[in-house]
């Protein structure tokens, strides 16, 4: 493979992980090739390979730039990311607004709370009232009689579904096609989503019901779209891409928590269920757009430009060659030559993936963040209503923030990761610790310091948009290290770990509605805080123990032989 055309992988690979994967990117492609010949060559590439891995040679040369320059509109794959931008922007308004929405649903003064017994020092002092006597925080109560175990069993039923079609999501988009699997996905969310407050005025069990299809729907997205920037982002521009689309989770849940907040405390259509109305409406409408603007593949636009094609299949072809040269061992002259490719209908190894301890590791330590993911995305906007007794308007800000702060953080946690790794400063197995570190450890010193800060909102606040929001650090920690152990199987590995961190999704709430059980104390609440931190802190001391970043051997196919001519 000629040096310029090396792509973001094979630096990765050759600059990084192994001295001897550039060799073999480097050897003569013909054994009728002169010794002399071979020895310019890999002067050529030694000189080439220097030049790339500083940084001042591009990784594709001008036919990128070109295609970039050619024409003034946006790319169409600039438009298929910003439509998944939105599809989870619009998915996450769907899944958290009932988090904001059940405060306004739920009569609390209709429950009983086993508080008559608490001394006033384990509870926080309602607003001073104004002059006149009236309430500064007027709220109108709510029409449902659920006790804490019961809103948390409401909350938590999304993720029944949800765990249920994670490793089905991606195969069906691998077979028919991501734009389908994840179109439909957010359809299927979208209807759900318009039929709750129907459903929770009918009957319980039919709500539950309701929110387990909800998340079979949107449990699909991510490994749909997961499979669809696999065919559509250069290899250049994958992670910016990943990026992008991936923050419109974190962005529709900055918008969605306060908007959600504010339609719950209108009258307009019965108050509540308008934010259910409205996001499920903003579904439907994306899904339309979404059908006529997006394909599976770039071969299958009809409306994308010839360069553009070109550059996206001639960049996907360049990692797949060197995917393949760096796969091959050194063989000597004239002997067959060993393909490491599994075939498409190579089964699963089952048994040695469920039995791998590194993956385990990944596995115990998602669950613990998810946990503590969880306990916040469901039971603050309770905690903040019946504890610090905000207004639900107050409450779903302040419940946003986090997110967005994260989002921040996790950009600027990754291109420190990125840095630190390509000035060779730290080890990968070392970068995964670190980070996965960061976003478990600090996370949950926020959620002890919760404990300690009482009753001041502004502490709370700070403690869960300053010092959470280095949960933003999982991208750079565990939630790459399934390629390292697997790049063959690590759609399915990712599947199988993002499963059982979102079980976690309807545990949480439902554990946490045991422990409040009618007593709405800062003691029952510290004891939920204590449990999110420890099940963080306890995942991550496993991951530092059992992790690794080494291709695990049943990842590696036995060879089997092709002819040399056959390749030439």
Same mark, same amino acid.
Request: charged letters at 15%; a negative charge.
């Given at each position: !493979?000629p040096?310029?055309?090396?792509?973001?992988e094979?630096?990765?690979? @050759?600059?990084y992980y192994?001295?001897?994967?550039?060799?073999?990117?480097?050897?003569?492609?013909?054994s009728?090739n002169s010794?002399a010949?071979?020895?310019r060559s890999?002067?050529?590439?030694?000189?080439e390979?220097?030049?790339?891995?500083?940084?001042?040679?591009?990784l594709i040369? @001008?036919?990128?730039?070109?295609?970039?320059n050619?024409g #003034?509109g946006?790319?169409?794959r600039h438009?298929f990311g910003?439509?998944?931008?939105?599809?989870?922007?619009?998915?996450? &308004?769907m899944?958290?607004?009932?988090?904001?929405?059940?405060v306004?649903m %739920?009569?609390?003064?209709a429950i009983?709370h086993s508080n008559?017994? %608490?001394?006033?020092?384990?509870?926080?002092p309602?607003p001073?009232?104004h002059h006149?006597?009236?309430?500064?925080?007027p709220?109108?109560?709510?029409?449902?009689? =659920?006790?804490e175990a019961t809103q948390g069993?409401v909350?938590g039923?999304f993720?029944y579904g949800y765990v249920?079609?994670?490793?089905?999501?991606?195969?069906?988009a691998?077979l028919y096609?991501?734009k389908k699997?994840y179109?439909?996905?957010v359809l299927i969310t979208?209807?759900?989503?318009l039929i709750?407050?129907?459903?929770a005025?009918?009957? *319980?069990?039919?709500?539950?019901?309701v929110?387990?299809l909800?998340g079979?729907?949107?449990g699909?997205?991510?490994?749909a !779209?997961?499979?669809?920037l696999a065919h559509?982002?250069p290899?250049l521009?994958?992670n910016?891409?990943?990026?992008i689309?991936?923050?419109?989770s974190?962005?529709g849940t900055v918008?969605?928590?306060?908007?959600a907040g504010? *339609? #719950?405390?209108?009258d307009?259509?019965?108050?509540w269920?308008?934010?259910?109305? /409205?996001?499920g409406?903003?579904?439907?409408?994306?899904?339309?757009?979404?059908m006529?603007?997006?394909?599976?593949?770039?071969s299958d636009?009809?409306?994308i430009?010839e360069s553009e094609r070109e550059y996206?299949?001639r960049?996907l072809?360049?990692?797949? *060659?060197?995917?393949q040269?760096?796969a091959?061992?050194?063989e000597e002259?004239?002997?067959?030559e060993?393909s490491?490719?599994a075939?498409?209908?190579a089964?699963?190894?089952? @048994?040695?993936?469920? +039995?791998s301890?590194p993956?385990w590791?990944i596995l115990?330590?998602?669950?613990?963040q998810?946990?503590?993911?969880y306990t916040?995305?469901?039971?603050?906007p309770?905690y903040?209503?019946?504890?610090?007794?905000?207004d639900?308007q107050?409450n779903?800000?302040?419940n946003?923030?986090p $997110?967005?702060t994260?989002?921040?953080v996790?950009?600027?946690c990754?291109a420190l990761a990125? =840095?630190?790794?390509a000035?060779r400063?730290i080890?990968?197995l070392?970068?995964?610790?670190l980070?996965?570190? %960061?976003?478990?450890?600090?996370p949950s010193?926020?959620l002890i310091?919760?404990?300690?800060v009482?009753c001041d =909102?502004?502490?709370?606040?700070?403690?869960?948009?300053?010092v959470?929001?280095?949960?933003?650090?999982?991208?750079a920690?565990?939630?790459m290290?399934h390629i390292?152990l697997?790049?063959?199987y &690590?759609g399915?590995m $990712?599947g /199988?770990?993002?499963s059982?961190?979102n079980i976690?999704?309807?545990?949480?709430p439902?554990? /946490?509605?045991?422990?409040?059980n009618h007593?709405e104390t800062l003691?029952?609440?510290?004891l939920?805080? =204590?449990?999110? &931190?420890?099940?963080?802190?306890?995942g991550n001391?496993?991951? *530092?123990?059992?992790?690794?970043?080494?291709e695990?051997s049943?990842?590696?196919t036995p060879? +089997?032989?092709n002819?040399r001519?056959?390749?030439?």
């Amino acid at each position: !493979m000629p040096p310029h055309k090396w792509t973001d992988e094979s630096r990765d690979a @050759s600059c990084y992980y192994e001295d001897a994967a550039a060799s073999r990117l480097r050897r003569p492609s013909s054994s009728s090739n002169s010794s002399a010949a071979a020895d310019r060559s890999d002067d050529e590439a030694d000189d080439e390979r220097e030049a790339f891995c500083s940084g001042e040679r591009p990784l594709i040369r @001008s036919s990128g730039a070109a295609e970039e320059n050619h024409g #003034c509109g946006p790319k169409t794959r600039h438009i298929f990311g910003f439509m998944g931008f939105l599809g989870f922007a619009v998915v996450y &308004a769907m899944r958290v607004n009932l988090s904001v929405a059940i405060v306004a649903m %739920v009569n609390q003064t209709a429950i009983p709370h086993s508080n008559s017994s %608490v001394i006033d020092t384990d509870t926080c002092p309602l607003p001073a009232p104004h002059h006149n006597g009236s309430d500064p925080n007027p709220q109108k109560e709510g029409e449902f009689v =659920w006790d804490e175990a019961t809103q948390g069993l409401v909350l938590g039923s999304f993720f029944y579904g949800y765990v249920l079609t994670q490793v089905p999501g991606g195969r069906m988009a691998e077979l028919y096609g991501g734009k389908k699997i994840y179109g439909y996905g957010v359809l299927i969310t979208a209807i759900f989503t318009l039929i709750t407050p129907l459903a929770a005025h009918w009957d *319980l069990p039919l709500l539950v019901l309701v929110r387990i299809l909800e998340g079979m729907g949107e449990g699909v997205t991510y490994p749909a !779209m997961h499979a669809m920037l696999a065919h559509w982002i250069p290899p250049l521009e994958r992670n910016k891409f990943a990026a992008i689309v991936y923050a419109g989770s974190n962005i529709g849940t900055v918008i969605s928590m306060p908007l959600a907040g504010w *339609l #719950c405390s209108l009258d307009f259509l019965g108050g509540w269920p308008s934010a259910f109305y /409205i996001f499920g409406l903003l579904g439907i409408l994306w899904f339309i757009a979404w059908m006529y603007l997006v394909y599976d593949k770039p071969s299958d636009h009809p409306r994308i430009s010839e360069s553009e094609r070109e550059y996206i299949e001639r960049s996907l072809q360049v990692q797949r *060659l060197i995917n393949q040269d760096l796969a091959e061992p050194e063989e000597e002259e004239g002997q067959d030559e060993v393909s490491l490719r599994a075939p498409p209908e190579a089964p699963i190894p089952w @048994s040695s993936l469920l +039995t791998s301890v590194p993956l385990w590791a990944i596995l115990l330590t998602q669950c613990g963040q998810g946990w503590a993911f969880y306990t916040q995305l469901t039971e603050l906007p309770t905690y903040m209503s019946n504890i610090l007794h905000f207004d639900i308007q107050s409450n779903a800000l302040l419940n946003a923030v986090p $997110y967005l702060t994260s989002w921040f953080v996790g950009i600027a946690c990754s291109a420190l990761a990125d =840095w630190m790794l390509a000035r060779r400063y730290i080890s990968l197995l070392s970068s995964y610790k670190l980070w996965n570190t %960061v976003a478990s450890v600090v996370p949950s010193l926020g959620l002890i310091g919760i404990i300690y800060v009482g009753c001041d =909102w502004v502490w709370v606040t700070f403690m869960l948009a300053g010092v959470g929001s280095f949960g933003g650090a999982v991208y750079a920690g565990n939630q790459m290290n399934h390629i390292a152990l697997s790049p063959r199987y &690590a759609g399915t590995m $990712y599947g /199988i770990t993002n499963s059982a961190a979102n079980i976690c999704g309807f545990l949480a709430p439902y554990v /946490i509605g045991l422990i409040i059980n009618h007593r709405e104390t800062l003691t029952q609440w510290h004891l939920v805080f =204590w449990l999110a &931190a420890g099940l963080n802190i306890a995942g991550n001391f496993i991951y *530092l123990i059992f992790a690794s970043a080494e291709e695990q051997s049943w990842s590696k196919t036995p060879p +089997t032989r092709n002819s040399r001519s056959q390749r030439a």
